[in-house]
């Protein structure tokens, strides 16, 4: 996903918006066929089919993040809150992220153990705790060694893109404090590689970051980060929506037989 300015001063006429997906990252039979058309209004006729062509790109399962410069700047920060390495691996049909293949248990959700003061996280739940103030950053490198690429969200935050590619991460982060680096909220990481991430610890809460590949995600490709815990307990605002949906969830499986097949997100 991107948000992007089109600035309206082409020559008055119609034009082919495409959407065409990369042919490395999918087996769409239509992947040429996906166009809108733009019209101006001035253009001499508004109902002929458009005459543009497409561009020329590298067909490839890979962003095109680090080519862009956020248009709203907003620059990275040095002050460090955390920083690590999260690999991304795959053992006996599950996907493993820092060492962990999430299994949640829907009756006992991370934000309701938080809010009651729990933080016997079980090892499943996959819990990266982040400390700090909202002046200070997150910084992060997620690895695979498999031949698999995989678009990571985040929920919460932003992705500050510092870098990618294949192999090992050879920089330093604090290369790029000060600099106007991509955002997303999904980003490729490559087969075999790495992506430099960063985030500012502002937004305290529960946020998971998980594989947008629904099986992937499914297969546990899940972690959570609690970030700022001392300052989200009370300030979640537990309505009574929470409280039945709760005590619904409860009444339903003393009554059922609910399978737990996947990672629970």
């Known amino acids: 996903r991107y948000d992007i300015i089109v600035t309206m001063n082409q020559t008055a006429d119609n034009y082919w918006i495409r959407a065409i997906p990369q042919l490395s990252c999918t087996n769409n039979k239509n992947y040429n066929g996906i166009k809108g058309i733009l019209r101006y209004s001035a253009a001499s006729?508004?109902?002929?089919?458009?005459?543009?062509?497409?561009?020329?790109y590298t067909d490839e399962c890979a962003d095109q993040t680090l080519s862009f410069t956020p248009y709203l700047s907003k620059l990275v920060?040095?002050?460090?809150?955390?920083?690590?390495?999260?690999?991304?691996?795959?053992?006996?049909?599950?996907?493993?992220?820092?060492?962990t293949t999430m299994a949640i248990d829907w009756a006992d959700p991370s934000l309701l153990m938080v809010e009651e003061g729990d933080t016997s996280y079980p090892t499943k739940y996959n819990v990266v705790s982040i400390g700090g103030t909202s002046s200070e950053w997150a910084y992060f490198t997620i690895t695979t060694?498999?031949?698999?690429?995989?678009?990571?969200?985040?929920?919460?935050?932003?992705?500050?893109?510092?870098?990618?590619?294949?192999?090992s991460f050879s920089g330093s982060f604090a290369d790029y404090v000060g600099v106007n680096v991509p955002r997303r909220d999904v980003v490729m990481l490559p087969a075999s590689g790495y992506i430099a991430v960063a985030f500012?610890?502002?937004?305290?809460?529960?946020?998971?970051?998980?594989?947008?590949?629904?099986?992937?995600?499914?297969e546990g490709l899940a972690l959570q980060f609690v970030e700022r815990y001392s300052e989200i307990a009370g300030n979640v605002g537990i309505t009574a929506a929470w409280n039945d949906t709760?005590?619904?969830?409860?009444?339903?499986?003393?009554?059922?037989?609910?399978?737990?097949?996947?990672?629970?997100?």
Not at 45 to 56: G, H, I, K
Not at 77 to 97: M, R
Not at 145 to 167: K, N, S
Not at 251 to 263: C, G, L, P, Q, R
Request: glycine fraction near 10%.
């Open 45 to 56: 006729n508004l109902t002929a089919n458009p005459s543009s062509s497409a561009y020329s």
């Open 77 to 99: 920060g040095s002050s460090y809150a955390d920083s690590g390495s999260i690999p991304v691996t795959l053992s006996g049909g599950d996907w493993y992220i820092n060492g």
């Open 145 to 167: 060694a498999q031949a698999v690429d995989h678009p990571m969200h985040i929920h919460g935050h932003d992705f500050y893109v510092l870098a990618r590619g294949t192999g």
């Open 200 to 218: 500012p610890i502002d937004n305290p809460g529960v946020w998971i970051m998980h594989c947008h590949i629904a099986f992937h995600a499914s």
């Open 246 to 265: 709760c005590t619904n969830w409860d009444s339903y499986i003393a009554d059922h037989t609910v399978e737990d097949d996947d990672s629970g997100i």
